[in-house]
């Protein structure tokens, strides 16, 4: 492959832009400074970009500790969009596998591989959801009960699907959904008569939130997290 074709590819730039990149003499090939576009890399070549390391590889799945403010969205009137707290090339090609409202914290899956993220989001797969729910009121004795047996949701005509609630405290729980209906958690507390102050999502099927992440740093996830989806 051309290193200018490959510049274009890995770092979402122009031809020409890619012309521009390599006269500033910051681009490397195996250690040594080239200029020329026409020169040809491969699999083994070793290229280097303002010291990073460039890497043309395949589909990408990142784990990001969403802060609060944040939308998971590529363009937002009132808040920042996720994106910005991602350092990678092609932002354009990446999507969200399921997405978290701006005030709620935690676990974001985003990735450029549509299959993969339907295997998340589909209603039909049931992927569990694990969230940390902070209350304002104190937790009621039968929550568990009435989450286990389905919430009935305003204009919605079926209840939701079963759902595990864990008491942490008398106003914090962790709750396991296996569905993703809009605004569902808020909404099955509002239902109940209690109001969610807090909510921060911990896992998604196998994959948990890294702990070593603080809010706002991501990271790639390993083989063993990707294949967990299939499963």
């Not at 009435?146 to 949701?153: C, S, W, Y």
């Not at 958690?185 to 109940?192: E, N």
């Not at 969610?196 to 083989?223: C, K, N, Q, W």
Request: with cysteine.
């Amino acid at each position: 492959m051309r290193l200018d074709k490959f510049l274009c590819d890995v770092l979402g730039v122009t031809r020409k832009e890619a012309t521009q990149l390599l006269k500033s003499g910051e681009v490397e090939v195996d250690g040594a400074v080239v200029k020329k576009g026409a020169t040809q890399v491969n699999d083994q070549s070793e290229v280097l970009w303002q010291e990073r390391e460039l890497i043309l590889s395949g589909p990408k799945y990142i784990m990001l500790n969403k802060p609060e403010g944040f939308v998971c969205s590529h363009a937002d009137d009132f808040n920042q969009t996720a994106f910005v707290l991602l350092d990678e090339p092609n932002i354009k090609d990446l999507h969200f596998a399921g997405r978290l409202d701006a005030d709620t914290t935690g676990l974001v899956l985003i990735t450029d591989d549509g299959q993969w993220s339907h295997r998340i989001t589909s209603p039909k797969h049931k992927c569990d959801k694990t969230y940390r729910v902070w209350l304002a009121d104190p937790i009621q004795a039968d929550y568990a009960e009435q989450f286990a047996a389905g919430i009935e949701l305003r204009s919605e005509r079926d209840k939701t699907l079963p759902a595990e609630l864990e008491v942490v405290d008398e106003t914090q729980v962790l709750l396991t959904i296996h569905e993703g209906k809009y605004h569902q958690v808020k909404r099955m507390f509002a239902a109940l008569g209690n109001k969610v102050v807090g909510l921060h999502r911990e896992s998604v099927g196998a994959i948990v939130l890294d702990d070593t992440l603080e809010p706002g740093e991501y990271r790639f996830l390993t083989e063993e997290e990707v294949a967990s989806v299939w499963a």
